[in-house]
């Protein structure tokens, strides 16, 4: 561990914490726009944060410790895999804690408290929307596992950090296995962020609502660091699309200047997927719950492929 | 320079086989026929990528007799022909559609590995790829047998033929010119005829259900 290393892993944890409200700002205001509604402004998510955090936090009475406890697993689960993504740098020194395999298994220990917590208060909303998005997760990860494997399959690896590298470093090759995965990593992250196809974000509609029925009960600061680590997850799954599909940018160890660099190309690409995923739920109508399995069935089916493919048509 | 091109040629094989599953998953008519005009683009473009690399001329030819037929005349009567029937939407399927896609695991697995010692065969660019050509070949083949309707059947068989073409040019760089030209009059005169077909069908059973065809008799 050096100094230049400590500086990158600062960044990267800095550049998550910070630009991910702005992320989310960023899509909705899109969503805003091609909705034909004059949006809320690039800032709201700082604001309603700041909002949250000066509140008073109410808990229920029937409310266990575990109800707690779960907002801040999840801001830890989200900040960890934010700082273990390689997003500016590939050059960080966290990353050897938790490989592409553990990185699921944070995403989903970050669900399995929610869960947890939503059916703690015992209300029927609760354990309704525990109950969806547990569905959606055992469906959504091993199509996520996929998607990663054929990554580590071309890199041999699959600590993200050397699957970035040699995806970014070497000589540029077309590989059909990623498109695959880029198809089948696209669903996942619609279902696994709550985003339009498979839930809307900003519904409260009890018979639709998956997400928003895990965090009725939150209030103050708990839902606070709640929305944050959703806008956290939503960077996250935007970083790890933009490592695997589109690598380059990223800078190399022992490289300051492509650090520098690195900052505004990131910005660049999160501003364009951003666009586009505002523009995908624009265009999509939200899905029926029964067809979701369906629709991740698809994701499982094209990473799985793309596993073949890559095993078909070499390297 | 070579080299991107053959990468590029497996690319589009791999979006004509993504293209097949999304074909075999899809449930409305008109969304089919657009992809069905897209796996016919995309093949088109492996084509000429092939005709390109390996400077056959002959395929050049066979790339723009496909575009002209599978890309505009098939879908403008397919177009047409659903327009007249009045089936734009609803298309039912035989078995339910995440068990269909299981199967095309199946069967993209079993052709893989009966393509690979054939491969080893070939001496052309695009040897890998004939795995993909006879998956295509066999989920155009289960999509034929798993809709009940007539129309998705029928597009059903026209993709079967893209994957042949497909399979054809991956494997041996295209068939004789005689040949091609034959294999397109056949699927454009079969398309016609089908069509009037499925007129006869609805005129006798008042829908384009292909079950009623087990009856032999009017009971």
């Given amino acids: ?20 409200p702005l992320l989310t700002g960023w899509v909705n205001q899109w969503r805003a726009w091609l909705q034909n509604r004059s949006g809320p402004g690039l800032l709201q998510p700082y604001r309603m944060l700041r909002k949250l955090f000066i509140k008073e936090s109410v808990v229920a009475e029937s409310a266990s410790p575990l109800f707690r406890m779960a907002p801040y697993v999840a801001f830890g689960c989200m ?10 740098s590939t050059d960080l020194p966290l990353s050897p804690a938790a490989d592409a395999i553990a990185l699921v298994g944070l995403f989903a220990m970050a669900r399995v408290f929610m869960a947890l917590a939503a059916m703690d208060i015992g209300t029927a909303f609760g354990s309704l929307g525990a109950r969806r998005e547990m569905l959606i997760g055992f469906l959504a990860e091993p199509a996520l596992l996929s998607v990663l494997f054929t990554a580590s399959l071309i890199s041999q690896s699959t600590a993200l950090t050397e699957i970035v590298e040699n995806l970014a470093h070497r000589d540029f090759v077309l590989y059909p296995s990623l498109a695959f995965a880029g198809i089948a990593f696209c669903l996942v992250s619609f279902a696994e962020n709550a985003r339009v196809p498979v839930d809307n974000p900003t519904t409260h509609l009890e018979l639709t609502m998956i997400h928003e029925a895990l965090i009725l009960e939150y209030s103050g600061r708990h839902l606070a660091l709640i929305e944050w680590a959703i806008s956290l997850k939503l960077f996250a799954y935007s970083c790890i699309g933009l490592a695997l599909f589109f690598p380059w940018g990223i800078a190399e160890a022992q490289a300051p200047v492509a650090l520098i660099l690195a900052i505004p190309a990131m910005l660049f690409k999160l501003a364009i997927g951003g ?8 265009l999509c109508a939200k899905m029926r719950i029964f067809r979701v399995p369906e629709f991740l069935a698809t994701a499982f089916l094209m990473a799985v492929i793309g596993m073949l493919t890559h095993f078909l048509l070499g390297s | ?60 030819y066979s790339a723009a007799l496909t575009l002209a037929l599978k ?9 047409r022909l659903i327009n007249r029937l009045n089936v734009r939407w609803d298309i039912e399927t035989l078995i339910n559609i995440p068990t269909i896609m299981l199967i095309g695991i199946v069967l993209v697995v079993f052709s893989f590995n009966l393509a690979l010692p054939i491969a080893k065969l070939s001496a052309s660019i695009a040897r890998g790829t004939l795995g993909i050509a006879i998956a295509c070949f066999l989920l155009s083949f289960m999509m034929m047998i798993t809709r009940a309707k007539a129309v998705p059947q029928v597009i059903g068989f026209l993709s079967m033929e893209n994957a042949l073409f497909f399979a054809a040019t991956s494997a041996t760089y295209g068939m004789p010119m005689v040949v091609e030209l034959g294999i397109a009059l056949d699927v454009l005169v079969g398309v016609l005829i089908l069509g009037v077909f499925m007129f006869q069908i609805r005129e006798q059973f008042d829908s384009l259900d292909i079950s009623h065809l087990e009856k032999l008799k009017e009971d």
């Fill in chain 2, 71 to 79: 890309c505009f005349l098939i879908p403008y009567l397919l177009h």
């Fill in chain 2, 1 to 60: 320079m070579d080299n991107l091109i053959t990468q590029l040629i497996n690319l589009f094989a791999a979006v004509i086989l993504m293209l097949a599953f999304a074909m075999l998953s899809q449930r409305r008519i008109l969304t089919l026929i657009h992809l069905f005009t897209l796996q016919g683009l995309t093949v088109v473009a492996s084509t000429v990528a092939v005709a390109y690399v390996t400077h056959q001329h002959h395929l050049y």
């Fill in chain 1, 1 to 20: 561990m050096n100094l230049s290393g400590l500086l990158s892993q600062f960044l990267a944890i800095m550049a998550a914490l910070l630009l991910a």
């Fill in chain 1, 79 to 88: 900040l960890l895999s934010c700082a273990i993504i390689p997003t500016l």
């Fill in chain 1, 275 to 282: 666009f586009l995923l505002a523009l995908i739920e624009t």
